[in-house]
């Protein structure tokens, strides 16, 4: 399994940010396609999570209603549109699949089998 995640960078408080990632090597249909962060220091958070077959998505309650979690099949690739940015700590955004018990379920990383290196997202304020 390959990822390629891309769109992270520098923006300041209350923009907005799309990340991409493009995975290759798998079946789109066996897995949830999760968004996971972490700043230095901290616990890796699930962010959002979608079921690419059915378009199923969950937010962690920090990021409802200001992410948009999106895919198109056609290009394997799962897309994280940010908005309403909070001034924060970059944190590494990380792209995962994952059991779909886990994508709907608090999106855990336990249910994670492949990761991604991630794109490094940083908020000024």
């Known amino acids: 399994v390959r990822f390629v995640e891309s769109g992270g960078g520098l923006v300041q408080a209350g923009g907005s940010l799309r990340l991409s990632c493009v995975v290759s090597?798998?079946?789109?249909?066996?897995?949830?396609v999760g968004w996971f962060r972490q700043a230095p220091g901290k616990e890796r958070e699930g962010v959002s999570c979608i079921s690419p077959a059915n378009g199923d998505t969950t937010y962690a309650d920090s990021v409802k209603g200001r992410f948009t979690i999106s895919s198109d099949n056609s290009k394997n690739t799962v897309y994280l549109q940010m908005s309403s940015l909070n001034a924060a700590v970059p944190a590494v955004y990380s792209c995962?699949?994952?059991?779909?018990?886990?994508?709907?379920?608090?999106?855990?990383?336990?249910?994670?089998?492949?990761w991604g290196k991630g794109t490094l997202v940083t908020v000024s304020a």
């Open positions: 995962a699949l994952l059991l779909f018990y886990y994508c709907t379920n608090g999106i855990s990383s336990k249910g994670v089998d492949y």
């Open positions: 090597g798998f079946t789109f249909d066996d897995y949830g």
